[in-house]
């Protein structure tokens, strides 16, 4: 996949790979001419609200509960910054850096829609933070959708709090002015527009997808690996059985398996070696298939969000001819489900592969030596890495039960149902950790299961995986320290730019 240096906002939508492009591989993030416009005309609205003194939920009110208090003057601007004291109150670890610059790329597009009335000059201040590395330091819990994570953001403007700048934690009035950028003077709905919104729960979430994505291929790599090993019945794979069940994903990924497996001897020598494998080998296209039809699904609403306006109230038409418009656009069900999905898609895809793990080294099923060690009994092989894989799977069991269910009552009974998006968002990413960690263990044991087969004899894209493995891991042949080589697998899952040569149909 190939991403973009330079991200332009503002003249047509932007999906998921932009805010990774921006947030993890430091592209450029610029508005057009277009977005100004609308965010200029959105805060001609706001200033004429306040000068016609036109009572307005969040411009000249009090917020949540105390949205009937009337606030005037002086007031309006202390508000704001009163708004970012008060809900910059999480807990916790704090967000990777990629994690905070993907939910300040998400606000700044949902603020080029034109709708928040927020002031041009904070947009920019965001766009500082970005192309200057500057990245504030935002705790990761007290979300229950919203509100916290963009408040933490917002403080650092006003040159509060710490922020990560050229690879220490400083203050950020420091880092500000370091790079020649001035701290921010708040007005009307300023404070309300920085913590309102979807952008921290649709940022994550499109980070997510940017890994699940990756690791959805890396599974059917890794699984053809495994197929290979453990000598696999290839009809299970025949494109016009695949066809009378026709999934888009389904038959996606049994191309992926055809593609690895082309050419191989050893595939060939087995054929009728048993009348079905068992299900978790050849069941692979319908199981990671569903999989990547429910990323597909995740995709496009976590994109609809992502070009949506997510404020509260929503500003409409020019100064002369307005609305204000109070309704729900912050409610971020859309993506809570999706999140929720993905993490259901990542227990899935982790949870066949610890069972193609526990093939791998079964030598009642394998085929195998015991473990995958030449000399079983002095050697314990690689008994413990499936237990590891185990326990991740159970881990991201326990994270695929949906968070968007589990809801609360917030704000004196005024926010009585959230979506618990940012939770979702969260446990996501933790559980596509868990992923990358089973599915490395899978590669290890895979291309060890092949070295008793016989690489020469695989397929072209399966021989291709094993050879680029053995770049960084030899081979197994006595007992030695297995985590570092297992961190050195998942080094290479994160990778992009090798799986076009891994899926390529010949070597």
């Known amino acids: 996949m190939v991403l973009p240096e330079n991200v332009i906002c503002g003249d047509g939508p932007l999906d998921w790979r932009d ?49 009937q208090v009337a606030l005037h003057d002086d007031q309006l601007s202390a508000l704001s910054r009163n708004t970012l004291l008060s809900h910059a109150c999480g807990v916790g670890p704090v967000l990777a850096n990629d994690q905070t610059r993907a939910i300040i790329c998400a606000a700044v597009i949902n603020y080029s829609q034109g709708h928040s009335g927020i002031q041009g000059s904070l947009v920019q201040g965001l766009l500082d933070l970005l192309n200057h590395q500057i990245t504030p330091q935002v705790p990761a819990q007290g979300s229950v959708g919203y509100l916290t994570h963009m408040a933490h953001i917002g403080l650092t ?84 059985i695949l066809a009378l069940k026709p999934h888009p994903g389904m038959q996606a990924v049994g191309a992926h398996l055809r593609m690895m497996i082309t ?28 999989c990547r039809d429910q990323i597909t699904h995740a995709q496009r609403h976590i994109g609809i969000e992502l070009n949506a306006a997510t404020d509260n109230p929503l500003v409409m038409g020019t100064p002369d001819n307005f609305r204000v418009i109070s309704q729900a656009n912050p409610h971020g069900e859309s993506v809570a489900m999706a999140a929720d999905l993905l993490a259901m898609a990542a227990a899935e895809l982790g949870g066949v592969a610890e069972r193609r793990i526990d093939r791998l080294v079964n030598p009642l099923v394998s085929g195998l030596p015991p473990f995958l060690v030449s000399e079983p009994g002095v050697n314990s092989g690689m008994m413990i890495a499936q237990y590891v894989a185990a326990a991740l799977t159970g881990e991201n069991r326990q994270l695929a039960q949906p968070a968007v269910v589990d809801n609360f009552v917030t704000s004196g009974l005024q926010e009585d149902h959230l979506s618990m998006g940012t939770g979702a968002a969260l446990k996501l990413h933790r559980s596509l950790a868990n992923l990358t960690q089973i599915l490395a263990i899978e590669y290890l044991l895979a291309a060890q299961a092949l070295e008793f087969i016989g690489p020469d004899k695989c397929g072209a894209g399966t021989r291709r995986a094993w ?20 961190g050195r697998a998942a080094r290479i899952l994160q990778q992009h730019n090798i799986l076009g040569e891994l899926l390529r149909e010949e070597a």
């Open 263 to 290: 050419g191989s001897q050893n595939i060939n020598d087995s054929q009728g070696l048993r009348t079905q494998d068992a299900l978790s080998i050849r069941s692979i296209p319908q199981i990671h298939g569903a």
């Open 467 to 486: 050879a680029l493995l053995r770049q960084d891991v030899a081979p197994y042949t006595v007992d030695r320290w297995l985590a570092p080589e297992i």
């Open 19 to 67: 805010v990774s492009a921006v947030a993890r591989y430091g592209a450029a993030f610029t508005l057009s001419p277009a977005a100004w416009a609308r965010i200029d005309n959105a805060r001609s609205i706001v200033e004429r609200v306040v000068a016609s003194g036109e009572r307005a939920y969040g411009i000249n009110t009090g917020l949540g509960a105390l949205s």
């Open 157 to 240: 403007l006003l040159g509060v709090g710490s922020v990560s700048y050229r690879g220490d934690i400083r203050p950020a009035a420091e880092a500000l002015a370091a790079e020649g950028l001035s701290v921010a003077r708040l007005g009307a709905k300023d404070g309300l527009c920085l913590v309102n919104g979807t952008p921290c729960m649709t940022g994550l979430s499109c980070l997510a997808l940017d890994d699940i994505v990756r690791l959805a291929d890396w599974a059917d790599v890794i699984g053809a690996m495994s197929f290979e090993a453990l000598r696999g019945q290839r009809d299970a794979f025949d494109p016009e």
